[in-house]
């Protein structure tokens, strides 16, 4: 479009009436005018590859033609454009000098010397802020496409960040579920084939009826158990979940996990308890609480307190074997809520072969040991504190949790 109008200006000035100041010009310049103005024209092709030196060599091209004027004024509204403002005013003034100089000595008939110079400097200050104003315009939409980019990118990296967590809590709670249950279904199929294996040797006593089904009531209720608790922990997986208010956030009516099954609280560590007194190991339990104490704290809480309980019972079943286990709970608003577990370290030997009078098989059982990270960060998210290690042959894991206010 701006090619077009160069060149219509082009042929307006050319077959138009002789221009004012024809008598102030030698006759050659008359002469070569519409050529020199034609090669102006078509410098426009190259305006946005070399705009400045474009807007130079114009300069050039009004000195000789009066027919450029067009191409001139559409190569400074270029510069303004694609350059900043300063490279953009200063082709502009070289434009501006000589044809003010020019136009003050030669003014139309019957138009003022200022009036005339007053109609020169708008011709180029109008596409010189044009172009600018096209710039700032054309600058701010990138930044905004770019501002955009960037929080589309933030968001993706805190969608990312919040599917992670999401993945971390899952694994956490399949840990301590599963983790708690296999370790009770492996301790008894080990015991079923070790003594199977010492009675086929002649070292033992071949087990009776009554204990080969004890031991596979034990296994199958724990299997069954681990089955319905895993099908808890991904029951918050399911997409009709997310899904009933458009999948783009959570369903207000969905509630929390606490809707898909009950959470485990105080109460349920005495079942806790019993469940691996049943499985055969041997468990003291101590609960220390104030009235009315259990009841006023949050689902939260009693579930990370019950977590604790869990991974200590599974942690010694896994790797203390046969040796007594004492937890402690102690649930007290001036002191917060304390589980303490702890179990002597069985001697190097049985860890590596058991004695033929043990129930169980002891020595180290798999695992991920992702347990007690995972517990760790279950504390710091209630703003508790976790202790574990080795103090006098015992194995000691202690938390803390504060009160809440």
């Not at 050529?35 to 705009?51: D, E, K, N, Y």
């Not at 000595?105 to 172009?131: D, F, R």
């Not at 315009?137 to 770019?146: F, K, P, V, Y």
């Not at 003291?284 to 949050?298: D, H, K, Q, Y």
């Amino acid at each position: 479009m701006l090619f077009g109008l160069a060149v219509l200006f082009w042929a307006w000035t050319w077959r138009g009436a002789p221009l004012h100041y024809v008598d102030a010009i030698p006759g050659w310049m008359i002469t070569i005018d519409p050529w020199v103005g034609a090669i102006g024209c078509l410098a426009l092709w190259w305006r946005r590859r070399f705009p400045i030196l474009l807007g130079v060599a114009m300069v050039l091209v009004l000195a000789l033609a009066a027919t450029g004027l067009g191409a001139a004024l559409v190569t400074v509204l270029t510069i303004a454009v694609h350059r900043n403002w300063l490279p953009a005013t200063l082709v502009t003034a070289l434009h501006l000098v000589p044809a003010l100089l020019f136009g003050y000595e030669n003014p139309p008939p019957g138009v003022t010397q200022w009036a005339y110079l007053t109609l020169i400097l708008l011709m180029y200050l109008v596409p010189l802020g044009w172009g600018i104003a096209v710039r700032a315009r054309r600058e701010l939409i990138a930044n905004l496409r770019r501002e955009v980019d960037r929080e589309r990118g933030e968001h993706q990296q805190r969608l990312a960040g919040a599917r992670q967590a999401e993945r971390e809590r899952i694994a956490r709670e399949m840990h301590d579920v599963l983790a708690h249950r296999i370790s009770l279904i492996s301790v008894h199929a080990g015991a079923l084939a070790y003594r199977t294996s010492q009675a086929d040797a002649g070292a033992g006593v071949p087990l009776k009826p009554g204990e080969v089904g004890g031991a596979i009531e034990v296994i199958r209720d724990n299997a069954r158990q681990a089955l319905v608790e895993l099908g808890e922990v991904l029951a918050v997986l399911r997409p009709e979940r997310g899904d009933r208010n458009g999948g783009g956030g959570p369903d207000p009516e969905a509630g929390t996990a606490d809707r898909s099954a009950p959470q485990p609280r105080l109460a349920d560590i005495s079942r806790l308890v019993q469940e691996a007194q049943a499985a055969g190991q041997r468990v003291t339990f101590e609960m220390v609480c104030a009235p009315g104490a259990a009841e006023s704290l949050r689902p939260a809480v009693q579930r990370t307190v019950y977590r604790t309980v869990q991974e200590g019972l599974t942690n010694a079943r896994k790797h203390a074997g046969q040796t007594e286990v004492t937890v402690r709970v102690e649930v007290d608003p001036g002191t917060g809520v304390v589980a303490t577990i702890t179990n002597p370290l069985p001697p190097a030997d049985a860890r590596r072969r058991p004695a033929d009078s043990s129930p169980h098989p002891a020595g180290d059982l798999p695992g991920a040991g992702a347990g007690l990270t995972g517990l760790a960060e279950r504390l710091a998210l209630d703003g508790g504190t976790i202790e574990h290690g080795v103090v006098g042959g015992t194995f000691r894991l202690s938390t803390r949790l504060p009160w809440p206010a």
